[in-house]
């Protein structure tokens, strides 16, 4: 009985606990550091959800961004401001950016907060390809892009014209610049200086409703992506990505030729992979990768007709051209880097041409093992052939066996093999037998 009473007090302690854990307001924090797609997104998504079961006082996003999608800025858009709780949004450290998708999301915060020494707007849509657009394109989607603007600015009481201003005519704001125009809230040298200026402030959420913060000294509890995001933000950088996909598809190249090697079809298949599934996630010109494979011909072409490089050069080319054009992205952060281009198409392309010259020279390469190794070879008759008798071949006596009769010293040359019988023929006149070892 006593430890029945016991178990139960214990039982009540630990979900006392759990309750006061799950009561127990704190700030929850993430870093967006990187380009506006759809991974950060995701990761922006699964940090609302973490807060809201956390019952965090409010989640703060720590941005640092040169912009992104459109369509990823819309989602993410749309997730701050349906949220159940409050979103702070701090642009930091000194020096730090949020320009343009990144001002659309720090204008949609129910707070909005800049460190001294960042800058945020810029936020005209531009093509990632870099073409002039045409003018009635280029108004629609200026138009579409304030009115989003438009859309939550007001009723968060910030500067609208102000803001319009940085999509239709690309301005930019500095901290200061942007707390004077009302398009910020606070400029804050570090989170607990924002903190100490958030406790005790009430704020009007979109929804209506109003919070009143109370987090002064509040513990702030960092958020992480997961080790998938994790993995999935270096397969996000376009550069790094050309380099998976060249890789695999070398060694995909190398276990074909090479059946039963494991290894490099293993590494091939799963590099392969992932970039397809980054690619599915990007902006992609599908265009390109038809460059990318005839690439890949001009280099087999090289190793089979020996141009003395030029094809090499054109495949090498015409990597490098496909690689730049393959992510469509509208700010060069989402580009393939022309450095990288080269870093990549130059050894993967002197790579391929000498593994398929490798390949191309063994499948020409005569057989010199075994039986059919034997097939031209030359030797001398060392017992007379009438028609069967023996010849010396590789220092070596055999069995063979001549459509006519053969003197011995004649020397012969093998036209075939059957059941260690070699099929010879006579071709020249008959030599002396001590010239054998000579």
């Keep these: ?41 995701e990761f922006i998504g699964h940090a609302i959800q973490e807060a809201k079961n956390t019952n965090a006082d ?38 730090a950016r949020a320009a343009s998708a990144g001002f659309y999301i720090l204008e949609s915060a129910d707070v909005a907060a800049m460190a001294p020494g960042t800058n945020t707007g810029a936020a005209h849509p531009i093509r990632g390809d870099g073409v002039t657009m045409d003018p009635v394109l280029k108004e629609k989607l200026e138009n579409d892009a304030a009115a989003l603007m438009r859309s939550f600015v007001v009723k968060r009481g910030r500067n609208q014209e102000a803001a319009e201003s940085a999509v239709r005519q690309s301005k930019s704001f500095s901290a200061d610049e942007a707390l004077a125009q009302h398009l910020i809230e606070y400029i804050a040298k570090d989170e607990t200086d924002l903190l100490r200026q958030l406790d005790g402030k009430t704020i009007t959420r979109f929804d209506g409703s109003q919070v009143t913060f109370h987090v002064a000294g509040k513990p702030i509890r960092a958020y992480e992506m997961s080790l998938r995001e994790r993995t999935l933000a270096w397969l996000m950088n376009p550069s790094f990505l050309v380099l998976v996909l060249g890789v695999g598809l070398v060694a995909l190249y190398v276990e074909f030729n ?28 599908y265009e ?8 890949f011909v001009l280099f087999a072409l090289e190793a089979k007709l020996q141009s003395h490089g030029v094809l090499a050069a054109g495949g090498i080319a015409m990597m490098v051209l496909g690689m730049l054009l393959l992510v469509n992205g509208p700010i060069p952060e989402m580009r393939v880097q022309l450095w990288a281009a080269l870093a990549i198409s130059i050894p993967l392309g002197l790579i391929t041409v000498f593994l398929m010259s490798l390949a191309i020279r063994a499948h020409r390469s005569k057989v010199v093992t075994g039986e059919p190794g034997l097939i031209g070879e030359t030797g001398v008759v060392t017992v007379p052939l009438m028609p069967a008798g023996k010849v ?47």
């Design 1 to 41: 009985m006593r430890f029945n009473g016991f178990l139960k007090s214990a039982i009540v302690v630990v979900l006392a606990g759990l309750v006061t854990s799950a009561a127990r307001a704190d700030v929850l924090k993430i870093v967006v550091d990187d380009t506006i797609q759809p991974l950060e997104e």
């Design 58 to 95: 409010f989640l703060l996003i720590e941005v640092d961004t040169p912009g992104g999608l459109v369509e990823s800025t819309r989602e993410i858009v749309q997730k701050v401001l349906a949220s159940p709780v409050p979103v702070v949004i701090y642009v930091t450290p000194s020096g």
């Design 258 to 285: 090479h059946p039963g090697a494991v290894v490099p079809g293993v590494i091939g298949f799963i590099c392969v992979l992932l970039a397809l599934f980054a690619l599915h996630l990007l902006p992609v010109r």
């Design 288 to 295: 390109a990768l038809i460059l990318l494979l005839g690439s």
């Design 392 to 438: 010396m071949l590789r220092g070596a006596l055999w069995d063979a066996v001549a459509p006519v009769n053969v003197d011995i010293g004649t020397r012969i040359v093998v036209r075939g093999v059957h059941n260690l019988v070699l099929e010879v023929e006579p071709v020249s006149q008959p030599v002396a037998i001590g010239s054998l070892h000579a």
